[in-house]
């Protein structure tokens, strides 16, 4: 099993640019999350997803949108990068039931500029 | 108001030594679950232990404890016969409900531990 991929591990946008984030796992979990990690800081949650096609905002969803269409895939879409959107991104996955632990991808280090 | 709170931004230990890394959460849900992961420099989370509220004993995963005063809304982290290697940043996280159905973790902003030889 490759666990939780994320794809690219790194990128340098321009102020303005878009790009998507990309997520796989193959753990066939239901659940799946964005985090975002400033620097000297905890994991703040973006988005979550309870299955394919149900997806919900979590405490800083301003400026991204994502999709689940598959239970495998959850990418994480930015619109018009701004620079407070440098940070860490991390996708995790995990089942639905106790104790609820998360699998996390290597993340993917954005600066935008 | 902070739900999870980590005092301490860096630790220093002896190789061989203990150490413990401090954590208390603040929640009113009788059911939550706290999580210790381990962020080395390479930047992957790395899962540690967890403690569920309802569980009679603390956790233990090898080398590491779990010290759960739930009066105390705490949960700090033990680490015994530290290693270089246990060099990294520590998130103690706790597990609560989603208004979609789901848990989501709550993090707190870490402890730098730095093991000396």
């Known amino acids: 099993n490759a666990g939780v991929t994320q794809t690219p591990k790194f990128r340098i946008l321009k102020i303005g640019q878009s790009m998507t984030l990309q997520c796989a796992q193959d753990m066939n979990h239901n659940y799946m999350y964005w985090y975002r990690q400033d620097p000297g800081m905890g994991l703040k949650l973006i988005y979550y997803s309870v299955g394919a096609g149900i997806t919900d905002k979590g405490e800083v969803p301003n400026g991204y949108n994502v999709s689940r269409s598959t239970t495998e895939d959850f990418p994480l879409r930015l619109e018009l990068a701004a620079p407070s959107q440098t940070s860490v991104y991390f996708c995790?996955?995990?089942?639905?039931?106790?104790?609820?632990?998360?699998?996390f991808g290597p993340g993917t280090r954005l600066t935008v500029t | 108001a902070q739900k999870i709170t980590q005092t301490q931004p860096g630790m220093f230990v002896q190789e061989k030594e203990a150490v413990t890394l401090d954590c208390t959460y603040d929640?009113?849900?009788?059911?939550?679950?706290l999580f210790w992961y381990k962020q080395p420099s390479s930047g992957e989370m790395i899962f540690l232990i967890y403690?569920?509220?309802?569980?009679?004993q603390n956790a233990t995963e090898g080398r590491y404890s779990l010290n759960f005063q739930k009066a105390r809304k705490s949960a700090n982290l033990v680490i015994s016969a530290s290693q270089l290697g246990d060099s990294a940043m520590y998130f103690c996280a706790m597990r609560e409900a989603t208004q979609g159905g789901s848990e989501k973790l709550v993090f707190g902003k870490g402890t730098k531990l730095t093991v000396n030889p």
């Open positions: 403690q569920g509220s309802y569980d009679q």
């Open positions: 929640t009113s849900d009788p059911s939550y679950g």
């Open positions: 995790a996955s995990s089942y639905p039931q106790l104790p609820y632990e998360q699998y």
